[in-house]
């Protein structure tokens, strides 16, 4: 059965409905990442499909707000047309996971998805100012709002970004936003094994220079030659100054090409998306979030056990990793890995059979546990969101 | 002022000082790390606040992550209130104590543990000052980002508490844009790490629930911080207008225009008055508002920046453009600016408000606060972040006329109800405390306030962290 309230009213209503009935749901907007986390069955779904529009949009504040279930074309289009952008550039998740539909605002704050940008500007989270939501018992609640400095009450908002729809159903995400840089350029080394490019991309964002993005694709990874790539965003004159400052800061690492326009955006929607590890369909692809300088040396670690072919963003705290899937797709080396080296693992694509076996969120400390927990119970008593999403009897 | 009511203390718990004082002395190494003599006890109770004191049972100052754990699982086995404190500078009352609590001071674990530019982070103990830290890091070419006025002093503790944020969050951000970990000691004495050197953490965000939950989660002792690599440049402009009108729409355009400087400060004519007499900065007396408009990067592009803005600016009927040419100067057109609280201490008492409104508002918002506090026979001076809506409207009153002080509570009262009435907030960077906890249903309704509070307790089941702040006493506990 769908459940596609059209008002924030008719979803407190159908959620009460299901806590008088301990009917337990899937939560979902567009559905391009239903294939994320532990496979859950539930008798129902419920959709924010149809809790669709821009609410709000004041350019000269910088603020937007729409119903989650906005399409991210939509409310990026509106941004476009006043010159503007959300920050964090959020992700196009359906090529990796060959998933088909619309992806929606609400899927990417439940999933606090962030693209190359997180890395200069903030995440989903930092950008999110403002949460409307329906708690477990069919109660409409509200966080933050539309002002960009707001320490009044908990801050909720963090909380539920990333909560992957276990906490609440969101309805309505008011965003702080910036204005669309003039324009891009992005500096190109070429031929940089692991360690080396990711001493570069930690040196440049050490400089005052401000890459909004710092990348690394390895030989094979969507060209034959490595590419370790940072991208310059503002008006003209100055980006072709920080250009030449940061080429000339970073000439012990080789010379630098120069990308520009069209090439440029193409490349950084593709890390974005991670594209070129998109093929082949059936390897499991792990997200390991680290401390940036750690990423080749996770990548070195994990090589000693097992075949990868990976991909390094966010200055190398961000490392996209596809492997086959075998057994356990790699799970106990690459989480001993990223725990040694101060980060975490999640399977972010995978057969549902591995999806069952491995889990897929990175399992957390006993003392964590039992606080994630009582947070869950105090949102959602009965356990009617995404049940066993997060980890087996969650 | 006498308005805002504080928990009864616990009879059985004052009974039993003695016996208390002395299982902390036995908790903490450091011979003088508890306090009980009530001469000693008389810098901890108030905080800047200081319209409100209590003096609390003791204070202890733990010296270690290992302590603070030891002294919170006694205290909560005890059933003994516990207050945590930074550096006592919360202009909300978030540190007042309770005459039946503890104060549990983080100030001695001020040191730097690491400090790593290619990851970008620090890691901290939380006592440190906000300053502190900048200047640990300063010689490697990095700063850390949040400045609330009060960062000489003010900790890091302290900061995460409130979700402290400061002139030039337009374009970093407040506290919680920049913390990526915290060591927290929950009530019952465990600890447990949250977050870290990568720039995400698994599970729920426990992060950004700690930062802003104002010392009712658990006790921060040490924290990992992004720190930034300093620009190469920033220059002040400062503009004069002949209408606080006219400045609000320059803000506007400025940022309508795809500009987002690092701060951009409003002063109207009174607060222009006050600071000019105290610091001599230059500054045009005779303006009806004015705006100092922050801008960084190499010389050139500064250059090319804040001639975008004052092409804009004389489309606003701009009526002085003072750009900096040199350190010094740029030094003095801030100096007024940062010493406006201070500067207006001199000429009257005051109470600071700090609510957050949209922009959009703002020539209303001015006017009708104007008009409140006038209501009340009183004046205001306005100094504030005008980037993002936060203002800080002074409300000046004589502390020894009881009537003028229980009218400037009222009109702060009415000022703040006003900001969640155009759309905006309570508060915007100081906190609830103790000042605003009786507005919080302005913002909250009783579901909201009764959902945050069970989310409190997950952490805090008794409530023994910094009671009687934040929600309002008579809140239900049913969740």
Known sequence: ?394 | MSGIAFPAPDPKILARKTEIVAALRRLVAAPDAVIDDPVELAPYETDAFTAYRRLPLAVVLPSSTDEVSRVLAHLAREGVKVVPRGAGTSLAGGAIPLEDAVVVGVARMNRVLAIDPANRTARVQAGITNLAISEAVAEQGFFYAPDPSSQLACTLAGNIAMNSGGAHCLKYGVTTNNLLGVTLVLTDGSVVELGGEALDAPGYDLVGLVCGSEGQLGIVTEAVVRILPKPEGARPVLLAFPSSEAAGACVAEIIGAGIVPVAIEFMDNPAIRICEAFAKAGYPTEAAAMLIVEVEGSDAEIDAELSRIVAIARRHGVTTIKESRSATETAQIWKGRKSAFGATGRVADYICMDGTIPTGRLPEVLQRMEAIVRGYGLRVANVFHAGDGNLHPLILYDVNDPDQAAKAEAAGADILKLCVEVGGCLTGEHGVGIEKRDLMRHQFTEAELRLQAAVRRVFDPNELLNPGKVFPLDLAKAA
């Open chain 1, 1 to 394: 059965m769908r459940l596609e309230p059209t008002s924030e009213d008719e979803a407190a209503s159908l959620v009460r409905t299901l806590a008088r009935d301990r009917s337990p749901v899937r939560l979902e907007g567009g559905g391009t990442r239903r294939a994320i986390g532990r496979p859950i069955r539930t008798a129902a779904t419920l959709s924010s499909r149809k809790l669709g529009g821009i609410t709000l949009y004041a350019p000269a504040e910088m603020v937007i707000a729409a119903r989650t279930g906005t399409p991210v074309a939509e409310l990026e289009a509106a941004l476009a047309s006043k010159g503007q952008m959300l920050p964090f550039e959020p992700p196009d998740h359906r090529r990796l996971l060959g998933s088909e539909g619309e992806p929606t605002i609400g899927g990417i704050v439940a999933g606090n998805l962030s693209g190359p940008r997180r890395l200069a500007v903030g995440a989903c989270r930092d950008a999110a100012i403002g949460l409307r939501f329906v708690d477990g018992r069919g109660e409409v609640q509200h966080s933050g709002g539309r002002v960009m400095k707001n320490v009044t009450g908990l801050d909720l908002v963090k909380l539920l970004c990333g909560s992957w729809g276990t906490l609440a159903f969101l309805t309505e995400v008011t965003f702080k936003v910036l204005p669309r840089p003039e324009s891009e350029l992005t500096l190109l080394f070429e031929d940089l094994p692991d360690d080396r490019a990711n001493a570069l991309l930690c040196a440049a964002m050490a400089t005052p220079f401000g890459p909004s993005g710092a990348a690394h694709l390895p030989a094979g990874v969507g060209a034959a030659r490595a590419r370790t790539v940072l991208r310059l965003e503002g008006f003209s004159e100055s980006i072709r100054y920080r250009a030449d400052r940061l080429a000339a800061a970073l000439a012990a690492y080789g010379r630098a090409d120069r990308v520009e326009g069209e090439e440029s955006r193409a490349l950084w929607r593709a890390i974005r998306d991670v594209e070129p590890l998109a093929e082949p369909r059936e390897r499991a692809v792990w997200r390991l979030s680290l401390p940036p300088k750690r990423g080749a040396e996770a990548v070195a670690a994990i090589r000693t056990e097992r075949d990868c072919t990976v991909l390094y963003d966010w200055s190398g705290g961000l490392v996209w990793l596809a492997t086959e899937e075998g057994d356990d797709a790699g799970c106990a080396v690459i989480r001993a890995v990223a725990r040694k080296l101060g980060g975490h693992a999640t399977l972010l694509r995978g057969s549902p059979e591995l999806r069952l076996r491995i889990p897929p969120f990175h399992p957390p400390a006993e003392r964590v546990r039992a606080l994630e927990t009582g947070l869950r119970r105090t949102f959602d008593p009965v356990g009617l969101f995404n049940p066993g999403l997060l980890e087996a009897g969650s």
